[in-house]
């Protein structure tokens, strides 16, 4: 049982340890290269991960907080001491 633990605890990084995440095709300065990988290998992707998507994205996103706002306004919920 120590000789298993032994083994898990030489896979945890020190502390203030940095760690690559990605690099190569899967780094995100690569992006059109790996597209362009992709394109020749055939291979589709899962996901959309073009800037206008992600932009469509966010905007959904705001718009829910002035969805928001705009009921909370409605129903007079705010404090006008300010």
Not at 59 to 66: G, I, L, Q, W
Request: hydrophobic share 35%; no cysteine.
């Amino acid at each position: 049982m120590i000789d298993f633990i032994n083994r898990l605890i030489i896979h945890i990084p020190d502390y203030h340890f940095l760690t690559t995440r990605y690099y190569g095709f899967y780094a995100n300065a690569s992006k059109k290269t790996l597209d362009k990988v992709h394109a020749l290998l055939g291979i589709k992707k899962n996901k959309d991960y073009s800037r206008e998507t992600r932009t469509k994205i966010l905007k959904n996103k705001f718009n829910k907080f002035k969805y928001r706002t705009h009921l909370i306004d409605s129903f007079n919920l705010r404090s006008n001491s300010m």
